[in-house]
């Protein structure tokens, strides 16, 4: 574990600012480091995982939430791995909404989603999801996830989703080159068939293989473009003023948007606002931290709410100033985006 500097009194205990003058209101909550895919950009064929006994129970998560929501976290994100794999992944839910009121979404691959898992899930509190899906091609998709599942699976997922209510549903896509960055403007048609927001998110090196270059990452630019001369786009305000994407819809105003997340080419360091709790509660204060404090030590030490509530400010007043992905002294983080939580 690393050490830190202590936040200021004036702010210790009671919100999460950084000392770059960021104000922190969105946790991602990754509940499990676990995942039946094994995309080729995240995560390897041989990783290991966290030790059970190492991983956050569902009162843990419940009280992290509450403490982050007291903080003034807004909204949480449940991540992995993929979440849901977690057996309790319902109570979870429904315990962080009955700790807080934050806004509770899920990312999740989709492949294990039912039209009643979904049901259960907007039953049990769940406000909005997001579903990855890079490719509608299926040997594509085997070859990128390295899975038994396909995009029939997935797609069903988002059309039982927007059935479901947890809109508005977002689909993420990563492109790489010569893999699938000739499906720009296929998954944009998506985007326009479900009245969806399809968001590209560059390629970022997180992966565990290490195998993230400059010659398989594609820009958000060159994404816009080639979807542009099929659907020429307008530019238009994100929903939420704190999103990290650009948001564009389609020029002959048919339904839909599309999104561009670019933390390689423009990186939207300063106006971040979150932070990250590992399924096996380490706090990380930016995705690219090498540093990571262990809250799980406390919560399990008997630390008591305020203790908890200092640790988290003092985590947070730690979030380096940018990720510096393209600085010549870029290291990548030893934890990958699945350890993590994306
Ligand atoms: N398993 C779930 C899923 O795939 O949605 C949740 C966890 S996954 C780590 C969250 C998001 O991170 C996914 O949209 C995935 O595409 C993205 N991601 C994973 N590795 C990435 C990388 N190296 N660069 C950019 N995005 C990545
Ligand atoms: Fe699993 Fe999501 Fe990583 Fe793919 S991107 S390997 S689904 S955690």
Request: charged content about 25%.
């Amino acid at each position: 574990m690393s050490s830190f500097t202590a936040a200021p009194e004036e702010s210790r205990g009671h919100r999460l600012v950084d000392a770059h003058g960021r104000t922190i209101r969105d946790m991602r909550l990754s509940i499990t480091d676990r995942c039946n895919f094994r995309c080729t950009y995240c995560i390897g064929t041989g990783v290991r995982f966290a030790p059970k006994g190492t991983l956050l129970r569902t009162d843990e998560f419940a009280r992290v939430a509450r403490l982050a929501t007291e903080l003034g976290v807004q909204k949480i994100r449940l991540t992995g791995g993929e979440p849901t794999l977690h057996p309790d992944l319902l109570e979870i839910v429904a315990s962080i909404r009955e700790a807080c009121d934050a806004s509770v979404a899920l990312i999740t691959n989709g492949s294990l989603l039912t039209p009643a898992t979904l049901a259960a899930l907007r039953a049990a509190g769940l406000a909005r999801i997001t579903i990855s899906l890079d490719t509608l091609r299926p040997e594509r998709f085997s070859s990128i996830t390295r899975s038994l599942s396909g995009p029939a699976a997935v797609l069903s997922a988002i059309e039982h989703s927007i059935a479901a209510g947890l809109g508005p549903v977002k689909v993420n896509a990563v492109l790489l080159r010569g893999v699938n960055d000739d499906e720009a403007a296929d998954l944009a048609d998506l985007a326009r068939r479900l009245a969806i927001e399809v968001r590209f998110i560059e390629y970022m090196p997180l992966d565990s293989s290490g195998a993230w270059n400059a010659s398989l990452w594609v820009s958000a630019a060159e994404t816009r473009q080639a979807i542009s001369r099929t659907h020429p786009l307008r530019e238009v305000a994100p929903d939420d003023p704190s999103s990290t994407a650009r948001v564009f819809e389609f020029a002959d105003g048919a339904p839909g948007r599309v999104g561009f997340i670019a933390p390689v080419s423009s990186p939207f360091c300063g106006a971040c606002s979150r932070i990250r709790i590992t399924a096996d509660g380490m706090v990380r204060p930016c995705l690219f931290s090498h540093d990571e404090f262990s809250l799980r030590e406390l919560l399990r030490g008997g630390g008591t709410d305020m203790e908890l509530r200092e640790f988290l400010c003092d985590a947070a007043w730690n979030k380096q100033a940018g990720h510096g992905i393209t600085s010549a002294g870029f290291r990548q983080p030893l934890r990958v985006m699945s350890a993590i939580g994306g």
